[in-house]
Every structure is written in structure tokens, then in C-alpha cells.
């Protein structure tokens, strides 16, 4: 039987894609197993307050069957590159598309039609799930060049009756720490314990505590991430207070009183929690902190029906540890025309990324918005060298790694949910 034919446009302007919230919705709502990073609120959130002000171009693709929304593909034009539209945070990204037996020959129409379209030289696809509709179209394309991609670390809460039998296969070393770091805290604060935030006058103070510290723990370590910048949170802030009403978020401290020792939200879609951040004031360092709110959260979950607990994308050695599961995030990179065939070769060869001391030197001494100029005219270049420059990283162990433990306990395992920041 023929697929029947999609009538496509996009749309290029914020009021435009208001008009989508609607029909966006009732598409996302449809699919078989929605994420929060495809919704609606966060696509729209992502773009006012964070691509739209830092001097992007919107490029969404929606696809129309007899008047119905059955495709959205969220796009950026950003320097001349084709981009997926987020936040520019590790969160997962792809194609919009109602569950049919023609879903995949529409993925393939839609990407006919943005070649015919779009003024963009190279296109760059981020942290695409191993099973998304997008990454399933590229790995066929002999002109999409696999990239860096990576590992998010799982625990498949429905494999366990509940938390006391999946703690009874975590380290007997890690498990015993947990009780002694219980009983010391207790010691001091007697009522310290793992607490919902359920009130709205508290949402945001919360998440500017859990970035205050965030900022800190980074600045100790010489890091920067999103809690650097000044955007993100309040993007994060209406998304936590949207969500809330939804009752999609989670958000919690551990906590005694006034006293807050470690906080952090992620988002539940389903029966899937997608860990999003948390952070710990390093005055109760000593007590693990993050280990005992992170123990917390994951009764929580259990206690709730949560199927999978997702720490989402990242590498850090403490996930490692808790994980039972892994699954993949893959990236790709291609040219749209000579241009971009151009910048992979120039980002290929780093003749530019090698530039002379008297060249830099030159450039500090021009004008501020003759350098802003030039930063404009790099992006591109930075964007897909910074992006063939990383890896896939092979598959971590099945089994938690003994090194990650030792390092772990030995700092008390205060890691924050942070990874560097994409591009």
C-alpha cells in the first residue's frame, strides 16, 4: 500500500510556532513513549529562552496529513549549521512522529524535503537515542558521518520487587557506607531525611540553590557547565514549574528543618525518571550527601511504579555504580552542499584550529565588534571540529567498576548529575 503523502512547511518565527502548541501537544501525547525533552513546553522554552537569544534561526519542519499534525522536526540554523533544537544541555533529541506502519517512509520524506529547502551548509545531530526515528534514517546514509556519541547509565527498576532487593546487589562496601553515613547525619540531625518540594513558592528557590552550588562545586574544580550561564536556569525554572502541574517533575532535598545538605529534580515520562541534575552544599561533604539523596530518590521511584531510572547522558564513574543497564546516543555530521563539504574538510585537517601566536595576537587588538564578527564567522567551523574531535566511547563494564567505587567512597561520592556542556 502507498504511504500517504505529507504536505510539509516550516515555520521560521516564534509566533508561529505558538500557533503549534495545540496540535504539538496532541501528536507528543500519541507517541508510545513521550519525552519530556520533545514536549511542547521544552522545544518552546529551549528556543525563547535560550536559541532565540543567542542569535539563532528557527527551522521547524511539520509534517500535515488532511489537516493533522503527524510530524514536527525541531530545528536550528545556527551559523550556517543545521542543528536539532535544545537546550545545549545533554538532554535527548529526534523527530516528532505519530506511531504508523508509514512512519519511517515519512522520516524519509522529511528529510528530502529539508535537502530541497534548507540554506544550511553542514547539519549537525546530536545525542540521538539508539532506537530514534532520526538515527535510524542517518546510520542508512552514506553521507552521515557517525560522531562522538556515548552511554547514558540505566537502572532497570522493574527487574527488582522493590529497593531492598536491588540494594542487596549493589557493593556490600557501598552499601555499608550508606548505613554508616545514615547513622552519623542522624546523630547530628535527627530529622534529616528525604523530602518532595510540593510547593509552587518553592520550586525556584530550590533550583537556585541546587545552581549556586553547582557553580561552586564547579568553581573548586575549574569546570563550567550549565549553571554558568545565565539563560539556562531561568529556561530550567519554567520548565521545573510547568512541569509541575503536569506532575511530571520531581523535585526533593534532603533535608532537616531549614537545613539543606543536597537537592536535585529529574522528570518522570511514563514509567521512565529522566535524572536531570542535583548538587550538595560542601560544608556536609563529609556525610556523602549526594550518595544518601541519590538512595532517596531511587526508593522514591520504586515506591511510585518508576520502571527505569535514566541518569542521562554522561560518563561520570559514580552512574557506574548504580547502573544495571547502558544505552546509546549517537551523533552525526554531513555536508548539505560545496560549502559544507568545505568546512568538514578545513575542520578534518585543523589547518585553522592551528592558528599562530602573532595571528591571535592580532586578533585581541581588533575592535569588539570587529571580533565579534570574526566569532560569528568561526562558529561553524568551532561547531563541527569540536564535534569530529570527540568519540564513541566504548560500552562500560556490565558490572560496577571497583575503581569508580573506591574513587567514590574515598570522596564520599559527592559528584553532581553534570556533564560537560554540548556544543
Not at 542508512?140 to 531492598?164: C, K, N, V
Not at 585553522?352 to 585581541?364: F, G, K, N
Request: charged fraction near 20%.
Amino acid at each position: 500500500m502507498k504511504p500517504p503523502v505529507l504536505a510539509f512547511s516550516t515555520i521560521r518565527e516564534s509566533g508561529g510556532f505558538q500557533t503549534l502548541r495545540e496540535p504539538w501537544n496532541a501528536l507528543w501525547a500519541d507517541l508510545d513513549n513521550p519525552q519530556l525533552f520533545s514536549s511542547f513546553d521544552w522545544c518552546w522554552n529551549a528556543w525563547r529562552l535560550i536559541a532565540e537569544r543567542r542569535g539563532c534561526e528557527l527551522r521547524l519542519v511539520c509534517g500535515w496529513l488532511d489537516g493533522h499534525l503527524v510530524l514536527i522536526w525541531p530545528m536550528m540554523k545556527d551559523s550556517g549549521v543545521l542543528r536539532m533544537l535544545s537546550s545545549e544541555t545533554f538532554e535527548y533529541r529526534d523527530i516528532i512522529v505519530k506511531p504508523s506502519e508509514h512512519a519511517s517512509r515519512w522520516v524519509e520524506d522529511a528529510w528530502s524535503y529539508v535537502l530541497a529547502t534548507t540554506q544550511a551548509s553542514t547539519f549537525l545531530f546530536q545525542n540521538l537515542r539508539q532506537t530514534s526515528a532520526l538515527g535510524a534514517k542517518l546510520a542508512t546514509m552514506s553521507g552521515a558521518q557517525p560522531i562522538g556519541g556515548g552511554w547514558s547509565s540505566l537502572i532497570r527498576l522493574d527487574r527488582f520487587a522493590g529497593w531492598d532487593a536491588y540494594a542487596r546487589t549493589l557493593p556490600k562496601s557501598l552499601a555499608s557506607d550508606q548505613r554508616r553515613q545514615w547513622k552519623r547525619v542522624r546523630q547530628v540531625m535527627p530529622e534529616m531525611s528525604f523530602r518532595l518540594v510540593d510547593s509552587a513558592d518553592l520550586v525556584e528557590p530550590v533550583i537556585d540553590w541546587i545552581s549556586l552550588h553547582k557553580t561552586a562545586w564547579g568553581e573548586a574544580r575549574g569546570k563550567r557547565g550549565w549553571f554558568n550561564a545565565e539563560d539556562l536556569p531561568v529556561m530550567l525554572k519554567s520548565i521545573a514549574n510547568s512541569a509541575r502541574h503536569d506532575g511530571r517533575v520531581v523535585l526533593a532535598r534532603l533535608s532537616d528543618g531549614d537545613t539543606t545538605m543536597s537537592a536535585g529534580w529529574g522528570y518522570v515520562c511514563g514509567s521512565e525518571f529522566l535524572f536531570y541534575a542535583f548538587a550538595y552544599d560542601s560544608a556536609y561533604a563529609t556525610y556523602s550527601p549526594s550518595r544518601l539523596f541519590l538512595e532517596g530518590l531511587l526508593q522514591y521511584c520504586f515506591r511510585n511504579g518508576i520502571r527505569t531510572f535514566d541518569f542521562l547522558p554522561g560518563d561520570e564513574p559514580y552512574k557506574r555504580i548504580w547502573a544495571t543497564d547502558y544505552a546509546q546516543q549517537q551523533s552525526y555530521v554531513g555536508a548539505l552542499n560545496w560549502r559544507g563539504e568545505l568546512l568538514l574538510r578545513l575542520s578534518r585537517t585543523r589547518i585553522i584550529s592551528e592558528v599562530p601566536d602573532v595571528l591571535l595576537a592580532m586578533y585581541r587588538t581588533l575592535p569588539l565588534r570587529w571580533r565579534r564578527a570574526v566569532q560569528s564567522r568561526m562558529r561553524a567551523f568551532r561547531l563541527i571540529s569540536h564535534a569530529l574531535n570527540r568519540k564513541l566511547t566504548a560500552k562500560p563494564s556490565a558490572v560496577p567498576l571497583l575503581p569508580a567505587l573506591a574513587a567514590a567512597l574515598k570522596s564520599n561520592a559527592n559528584v553532581p548529575n553534570e556533564s560537560p556542556r554540548a556544543p
